[in-house]
């Protein structure tokens, strides 16, 4: 057993990178698609909207650590697929993140009027033109709060990541506090860095709401 | 050829038969007034004359061409008849004049600098060329109104469709939205207009369109209309609207 140090806080630090990383992974290939599922479960096409509701309630009804388990144990097993823990990892959070922003989006664009499609079309413009400057601004601006919300929840999600082995920042923790035997000093560490996390991205979505609010 | 023509309209809506056979002509230039009660479906016509509603049997033809909404250049004939509804339905996220110059930048192809003079001439038309930097909702209702007017004008429609376009609007507010029209009838615009301003019906209309219970009940001058109803129907709508 050795005193918790410098060298502990470094690895905690070291870490981060990949909760950071996690994080980042999440949202460039889940927001895409959660931009997708929010479309489809308000398009016209009945199919369309009944697809991706039964994708959004299956991505929602199954807990983030099944997710977790299914794709780090269960590729391998079903798909005879050997892939790195990161990409396992990485598709889970992806589908997570499509699953929870594809709701709060499709609420989004279901809260604008629907009179404003109709002030569109009457215009002449395409679906997509009206869409994009018309109900997509609008939705974006109603989706906000809740979007840094899941932001927040996806940060701290990261740590369940350590279960299955995966070494953010949770699971450097771990390492440490059994290195150390000095849990109560490493996790409260931990927690601040995740306090740390999380605060600005607050702060910044508190700003813009504000912003947007003034420029209407 | 008439620029409108309807031709034994119908449409439901479920179970419910709201348009029950509607025949009707506007010439080029026309004013015409649409008036009845709530639900003698003189909103629905409109909307259907804008494709904005399929109708189940009968034809419209707007300039020749057979309006549906399947129709294969229903955009660009959306571009040359504006609507303006009740509830104004400005985009609230955008200046008056992105309002106006959203649709003409990406459907005409315009220059940044073309679009912003296009806003001021259409603002002008409307009296509110100071407004042009203002945000939907720092205008009154009036005001709002004038814009939705505008923003249809800047597509230089040959057609302008009114759907009780002052019913929302304070009493005091009413005025200035019923000058902007006269001004638009005064140019030569053809208009289709849902009112209850039997004032403006009685001015400024070249023809008076009275519907009950989804039909064409009675269609003629105003003068001739207002003054000697034919139906029992019109007469007692005329006196209660009095």
């Known amino acids: 057993m050795r005193s918790f140090s410098l060298i502990d806080l470094v690895s905690l630090v070291y870490a981060l990178q990949w909760t950071v990383l996690l994080v980042l992974l999440a949202l460039a290939f889940g927001a895409p698609l959660a931009l997708l599922l929010a479309t489809a479960r308000t398009s016209r096409f009945a199919a369309l909207r009944w697809l991706a509701a039964a994708v959004i309630q299956l991505i929602q009804g199954v807990p983030l650590l099944g997710l977790l388990f299914f794709f780090y144990f269960g590729m391998p097993v079903f798909l005879d697929l050997q892939v790195p823990a990161l990409v396992a990892v990485g598709v889970a959070y992806t589908l997570y993140t499509a699953g929870f922003l594809g709701d709060i989006w499709r609420g989004g664009i279901q809260a604008v009027k629907p009179a404003q499609w109709e002030a569109g079309a009457c215009l002449g413009l395409s679906a997509w033109q009206q869409f994009r400057h018309i109900i997509g601004p609008q939705a974006l601006r109603l989706s906000l709060p809740p979007t840094v919300g899941f932001l927040v929840q996806l940060i701290k999600g990261t740590s369940l990541a350590s279960i299955v082995g995966f070494v953010e920042l949770a699971r450097a923790g771990q390492v440490a506090s059994a290195a150390t035997f000095q849990p109560l000093l490493t996790y409260s560490l931990v927690a601040a860095i995740y306090f740390a996390l999380c605060l600005p991205l607050t702060l910044w979505s508190r700003s813009l709401e504000a912003r947007l609010n003034g420029a209407r | ?242």
């Open chain 2, 1 to 242: 050829m008439a620029l409108v023509e309807i031709r034994d309209v119908r449409k439901s809506f479920g179970q419910v038969e709201v348009l029950k056979g509607v025949s009707l002509d506007v010439e080029e230039g026309e004013i015409v007034t649409i008036i009845g009660r709530s639900g003698s479906g003189k909103s629905t016509l409109l909307r259907c004359i804008n494709a904005l509603e399929t109708v189940n049997s009968g034809t419209i033809t707007v300039e020749g061409q057979r309006v549906s909404t399947g129709m294969a250049n229903l955009r660009q004939f959306r571009q040359r008849v504006g609507i303006v509804f009740q509830a104004f339905n400005l985009f609230p996220h955008l200046t008056v004049e992105k309002n106006i110059t959203l649709a003409p930048l990406l459907t005409k192809k315009i220059g940044k600098g073309e679009a912003r003079a296009l806003a001021q001439d259409v603002l002008g038309r409307v009296g509110l060329t100071d407004k042009i930097d203002a945000w939907p909702e720092q205008l009154s209702g009036g005001q709002q109104q004038r814009v939705a007017i505008a923003r249809c004008l800047a597509m230089a429609p040959h057609l302008m469709l009114f759907d009780e376009v002052t019913s929302a609007l304070d009493p005091e507010l009413v005025g200035e939205v019923l000058k902007v029209m006269e001004d638009m009838a005064r140019q030569g615009m053809t208009m289709v207009l849902v009112t209850h301003e039997m004032g403006f019906a009685r001015n400024v209309a070249n023809k008076i369109v009275f519907m009950h219970q989804g039909k064409v009940w009675e269609e003629g001058p105003p003068e001739k209309l207002f003054a000697d109803p034919r139906t029992p129907e019109l007469r007692s709508f005329i006196n209660s609207v009095k």
